[in-house]
T-cell receptor, first 113, second 115 residues
Framework: KQEVTQIPAALSVPEGENLVLNCSFT??????LQWFRQDPGKGLTSLLL?????REQTSGRLNASLDKSSGRSTLYIAASQPGDSATYLCAVRSQTGANNLFFGTGTRLTVIP | DAGITQSPRHKVTETGTPVTLRCHQTENHRYMYWYRQDPGHGLRLIHY???????DKGEVSDGYSVSRSKTEDFLLTLESATSSQTSVYFCAISPIGDTIYYEQYFGPGTRLTVT
C-alpha cells in the first residue's frame, strides 16, 4: 500500500522568506501527484497537479517538482506572505487502486508578519 | 469551488442513530468521492461513484453505505453511528472526461460528532 509522508508537520517562517515543503511516497508507480492547500475549517483547494511524466509545474509563486524514481516531491513557495499560512497536503494517485488518492498528513505553515 | 455543496455542514448525533450526509454538484461530473479526515491519518477514501447507481468501496468503507440515484447527488449513510465515525467528511469530484490524469476538487466538508 502507498504511504505518503510530509515532514515537517509544522513550519514557521518570517514573511518574505522562500521555503520548501517536502512530500515522499513509498511506491514510485504513480500516475500523478497533487498539492493542496487547506485553511482551518475549510475544504481543500487544488494548487498544482504534476503528471508522472513531468518534472515540475509552476503557478505564480508556487513551484512543484517531482522525482518519481526517488519517491519525492517538493513544493517551493517564493517570497512567502502571511496569506500563505495554511496546511499544505500532497496526494499521490497510485497505479494500483487507480481511483484512490493517497494523502499525506500535511505540513502546517505559519508565515509571521 | 467546482460547484460542490455539502449538507449539513455540522452535525452532532448520538451513538446508534442513522445519519445521512449529502453531496451536491452542479456541473454534471461523473466521478464523485467521499473521504474522511482524521488527525494523524490524512484523508482516506470511503466510497466513490463512477455514475448513477455505480459505486465502489474505498479504503475505509466498513460501517458506511452510499447511493447515487441522480448525477448531481451522492449520499453517504452511517447506518448506526459510532464514536469512531466522528470525523470531518469531504466530498470530491473529478471533471467531465474523467481519467486518472485529472485533478480532484473538494467540497467544504461536514463536521460530524457522534456522542
Amino acid at each position: 500500500k502507498q504511504e505518503v509522508t510530509q515532514i515537517p508537520a509544522a513550519l514557521s517562517v518570517p514573511e518574505g522568506e522562500n521555503l520548501v515543503l517536502n512530500c515522499s511516497f513509498t511506491d514510485s508507480a504513480i500516475y500523478n501527484l497533487q498539492w493542496f492547500r487547506q485553511d482551518p475549517g475549510k475544504g481543500l483547494t487544488s494548487l498544482l497537479l504534476i503528471q508522472s511524466s513531468q518534472r515540475e509545474q509552476t503557478s505564480g509563486r508556487l513551484n512543484a517538482s517531482l522525482d518519481k524514481s526517488s519517491g519525492r516531491s517538493t513544493l517551493y513557495i517564493a517570497a512567502s506572505q502571511p496569506g500563505d499560512s495554511a496546511t499544505y497536503l500532497c496526494a499521490v494517485r497510485s497505479q494500483t487502486g487507480a481511483n484512490n488518492l493517497f494523502f499525506g498528513t500535511g505540513t502546517r505553515l505559519t508565515v509571521i508578519p | 469551488d467546482a460547484g460542490i455543496t455539502q449538507s449539513p455542514r455540522h452535525k452532532v448525533t448520538e451513538t446508534g442513530t442513522p445519519v445521512t450526509l449529502r453531496c451536491h454538484q452542479t456541473e454534471n461530473h461523473r466521478y464523485m468521492y467521499w473521504y474522511r479526515q482524521d488527525p494523524g491519518h490524512g484523508l482516506r477514501l470511503i466510497h466513490y461513484s463512477y455514475g448513477v447507481k455505480d459505486t465502489d468501496k474505498g479504503e475505509v468503507s466498513d460501517g458506511y453505505s452510499v447511493s447515487r440515484s441522480k448525477t448531481e447527488d451522492f449520499l453517504l449513510t452511517l447506518e448506526s453511528a459510532t464514536s469512531s465515525q466522528t470525523s470531518v467528511y469531504f466530498c470530491a469530484i473529478s471533471p467531465i472526461g474523467d481519467t486518472i490524469y485529472y485533478e480532484q476538487y473538494f467540497g467544504p466538508g461536514t463536521r460530524l460528532t457522534v456522542t
